[in-house]
């Protein structure tokens, strides 16, 4: 079975209007509500995948409530951790601009940290955990090194989709796959890509210190994909870009669901891609259809191997 964990779920309030005016009211054109947060947006994908999981997390209020009636509304089974304090709203502006404002998330009480963390005891080795996203503030700084403790205990297998030190850090722990984007990549170790050849030898890095696959995404110029053994290139042709908020989420599912069924990880790294591109072009997170239809025209190149 495929866990996800999102430890900060949000509902992503999506809203277009064509400028956006500071300083000033502004009347949006249209708006919809999403649920979001980064594991349960993995949990969307490996659905329209027919790939079971259960959507573990911190849910709480209205927000929360929203979020879990809509996965079991589309037959995600979800085991939410309950906290009092209402799940964020995040909001997405798609003006003149492309402007994302992401909350920092509610308390989370001793309680509901026990309740999830008593789960992690349910784990077995056949079973991989997916750990995506920002904490709330109340968790502690080394809360993910703690789930990744857990899971290696219980002898499982983890996914992790965070930035900066902390993933970094997870790295020696040997994560199956991890999918920094180019700016996430540049931040984590200090530098500044000027194009995709920049971005390679710390695509190597990753899985150097121990992650099995490393994915350094690019938004519309697709993907690098490290193996360990080569480097690759990855695209879709270009389409109309609705919403891309969730790209990187639909990669991680496309990669995760597609290497668990198949044990190939090219192919895996082709479905990641069309995942990413196809929720790129869609409003809301790809469809399976959509999916599908992109899947033969994704284009993957080998840049070289590795001595
Ligand atoms: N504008 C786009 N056109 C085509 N594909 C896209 C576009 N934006 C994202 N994607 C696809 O989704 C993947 C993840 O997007 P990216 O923006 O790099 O990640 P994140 O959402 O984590 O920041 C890209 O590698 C690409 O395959
Ligand atoms: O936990 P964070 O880092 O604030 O990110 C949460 C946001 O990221 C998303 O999961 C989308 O992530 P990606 O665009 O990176 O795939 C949104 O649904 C959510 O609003």
């Known amino acids: 079975m495929i866990y996800t964990v999102t430890l900060n779920p949000s509902i992503d309030y999506v809203v277009r209007l064509e400028k956006m005016d500071l300083d000033a009211v502004n009347r949006i054109e249209e708006d919809f509500k999403l649920p979001g947060g980064k594991g349960i947006n993995v949990s969307r994908i490996l659905k329209q995948l027919a790939v079971p999981s259960t959507a573990w997390g911190y849910a709480g209020g209205f927000t929360g409530k929203y979020i879990a009636d809509w996965l079991t509304e589309e037959g995600i089974t979800t085991d939410f951790s309950e906290v009092s304090e209402p799940t964020r709203i995040n909001v997405k502006i798609k ?22 963390e008593e789960k992690f005891a349910t784990l077995t080795a056949d079973d991989v955990v997916v750990l995506s996203g920002s904490k709330p503030p109340s968790l502690p700084e080394d809360y993910y090194q703690q789930l990744i403790a857990l899971v290696q205990k219980a ?153």
């Not at 992401?102 to 989370?108: F, H, K, M, S, T």
């Not at 990549?185 to 710390?202: H, N, Q, R």
Request: with cysteine; glycine share 10%.
């Open 95 to 116: 003006a003149d601009h492309e402007t994302e404002l992401n909350g920092a998330g509610p308390l989370v009480s001793p309680e509901a940290r026990l309740e999830l």
């Open 155 to 307: 002898g499982a297998t983890f996914v992790i989709d965070t930035t900066g030190q902390e993933l970094l850090t997870s790295l020696k722990s040997n994560p199956l796959v991890v999918k920094p984007n180019h700016h996430e990549l540049a931040d984590m170790y200090g530098m500044k890509a000027s194009g995709m050849t920049d971005l390679i030898p710390y695509g190597k890095q990753l899985v150097a210190d121990g992650a099995q696959y490393a994915i350094v995404s690019m938004a519309s110029d697709g993907a690098l994909f490290f193996d360990g053994n080569a480097v690759y290139h990855g695209w879709s042709p270009k389409g109309t870009v609705k919403n891309s908020v969730g790209s990187g989420d639909s990669m991680i599912a496309g990669f995760v669901g597609t290497y668990l069924k198949e044990k190939d990880a090219l192919a895996a790294f082709r479905m990641s891609l069309a995942c990413g591109s196809a929720t790129a072009f869609s409003d809301d997170l790809a469809k399976a259809t959509e999916i599908q239809a992109l899947l033969p025209t994704i284009t993957i190149k080998k840049l070289e191997e590795i001595a």
